[in-house]
């Protein structure tokens, strides 16, 4: 096939080049925690964007979703969350990213939520 300017390309280009995972479904990118962020999974909602949050390091702390990501982060209970604890109390927290199905599986296989499940 030709475009409006007479080159040729290559009509099989799909979409499904450009997602995250690979041949062999392990997804490509995952973000991780890193300097003092910590992954959790959410416990219960609270309503006005706070829920509480059971952390990898055995607190469970009252989380809020920050104003700037508010629009683009939906979390529901039972999501796979890293949370930023707050400098100044450390039972309360940030939640920073949600992970996608895909990732928390990933993360499962790789053992980083192996901890997390015990508890």
């Known amino acids: 096939m030709e475009d409006d300017f007479g080159e040729d390309f290559d009509a099989s280009y799909s ?10 479904g392990e997804v490509v990118r995952v973000r991780t925690p890193r300097s003092n962020e910590v992954l959790g999974i959410v416990d219960q909602l609270l309503g006005l964007r706070k829920m509480y ?7 469970t ?5 920050p104003g ?14 890293i949370v930023e604890p707050w400098e100044y109390d450390k039972d309360k927290g940030d939640i920073t990213y949600t992970y996608r199905k895909t990732q ?3 993360l499962r296989r790789k ?3 192996k901890d997390l499940e015990e508890f």
């Open 111 to 113: 053992g980083l939520l």
């Open 104 to 106: 928390v599986d990933w």
């Open 53 to 59: 949050v059971r952390c990898l390091d055995g607190k």
């Open 15 to 24: 979409e499904e080049e450009h997602h995250e995972e690979s041949e062999t």
């Open 61 to 65: 702390r009252l989380c809020r979703v």
């Open 68 to 81: 700037r990501l508010r629009r683009s982060m939906w979390v529901r209970q039972g999501d796979v969350v």
